[in-house]
C-alpha cells in the first residue's frame, strides 16, 4: 500500500476526491491516500508542497504557475476543473460601498500572499483599468478571519469563490457588489517533483481514478441535493453552479499556459516566462 498526502480546499470542487476516498476507490488500488482539508486556500497549499508537507494539491492554477515561476519544485500534471472561477466581490453587509468602483482605493482581505485572492484582485484591477501598485492588502487566513476583517473595517472588501460565500450573503453577513472569473481553468492538480520522479506508475494509477469519477460525476442522481446538504448550500444555487462548471482529465495545454504567464507578467506577479517543460509535467 502505497501512502500518499494531498490537499485541496474544503469546497463542492473537491467532492469527487471525498467520493472516491469514501468509496474506496484508492484503497483498492493499493494507495493510502491521505486527504488534508487547507481551508486557507493556494498560498498556504504551495507552502505545503515546497516544505514537503503534502505529495500532491489540488489548487488554483494562477497561485501554483506563479510559485513554480518561484521555486517551487512541483510540476502542474492535469487540469482538474476547466471552467473559470466565478469569484465574488464582497463588503460587510453595512459597508458604504456599493458598487465596484467605489473600492478602487480601498484595503482587499486576502487569505495571504500568492493566494488567488491576492492575485485575482490583481486581475480584476487590470480588468478595471485601475493601477495596481496602489492596491492593499490585509491577511485574513480564511473566510472567518475575512468576514471579522470586514466586520472590524481592518479591510474593506474580499474576493472568494462565490457560491461558497453565499450562504454569508444570504444570512447578511456579506453584499455581494460584483464578480471575476478567472481568465483561465481554474483549478490544477499539481505534484511535487520528487514525488514525481519516484511514484509516477502510482500517480497514473491515482488520476485514473480520479479522472473515472469526474467524468461522470454531474450524472449522479440527486447530486445537487447531495451537494447542497453537504455543502450548506441552497439547491438551486448548486444547480446554477453545476450548469457552467466542467472537471477535466487534460493536461493544461502550451497554450493555455502561456496565456496565464502573460497576464501574470503583464501585472507584475511574475518576472520571467519560463518553458512548458519547466511547470508541467505530461503524465
Known amino acids: 500500500m502505497k501512502t500518499i498526502k494531498i490537499v485541496g480546499v474544503p469546497e463542492h470542487f473537491n467532492l469527487p476526491w471525498y467520493q472516491a476516498i469514501e468509496n474506496k476507490r484508492f484503497e483498492a488500488a493499493g494507495i493510502d491516500l491521505q486527504w488534508t482539508d487547507v ?49 465574488g466581490i464582497h463588503v460587510a453587509a453595512n459597508s458604504l460601498y456599493e458598487t465596484v468602483a467605489d473600492i478602487q482605493h480601498t484595503k482587499a482581505a486576502i487569505s495571504r500572499i500568492g493566494s488567488g485572492s491576492h492575485l485575482m484582485a490583481y486581475v480584476h484591477a487590470q480588468q478595471k483599468g485601475w493601477d495596481t501598485k496602489l492596491l492593499q492588502f490585509h491577511i485574513v487566513n480564511t473566510i472567518d478571519g475575512a468576514v471579522e476583517s470586514l466586520e472590524r473595517g481592518t479591510s474593506d472588501y474580499f474576493m472568494w469563490e462565490r457560491f461558497m460565500t453565499q450562504p454569508l450573503v444570504d444570512r447578511g453577513v456579506f453584499r455581494r457588489i460584483g464578480e471575476c472569473p478567472t481568465p483561465w481553468p481554474c483549478f490544477v492538480i499539481a505534484v ?38 453537504r455543502f450548506r448550500q441552497k439547491t438551486e444555487d448548486i444547480q446554477q453552479w453545476l450548469s457552467f462548471t466542467e472537471w477535466s482529465q487534460a493536461a493544461l495545454t502550451a497554450e493555455q499556459l502561456i496565456n496565464i504567464q502573460n497576464q501574470l507578467l503583464e501585472l507584475q506577479l511574475i518576472d520571467k516566462k519560463s518553458n512548458f517543460d519547466t511547470i508541467v509535467s505530461v503524465i
Open 192 to 229: 511535487r517533483n520528487e514525488f514525481l520522479l519516484s511514484e509516477k506508475e502510482t500517480l497514473q494509477k491515482l488520476l485514473a481514478i480520479i479522472n473515472s469519477v469526474t467524468i461522470g460525476f454531474k450524472n449522479q442522481p440527486n447530486i445537487a441535493s447531495l451537494l447542497a446538504q
Open 39 to 87: 481551508p486557507e486556500g493556494t498560498g498556504k497549499m504551495c507552502q505545503m508542497l515546497r516544505e514537503g508537507e503534502t505529495d500532491i494539491a489540488i489548487l488554483l492554477t494562477e497561485g501554483i504557475v506563479r510559485d513554480i515561476e518561484a521555486g517551487n519544485p512541483s510540476s502542474i500534471v492535469q487540469v482538474y476543473v476547466k471552467t473559470p472561477l466565478i469569484w
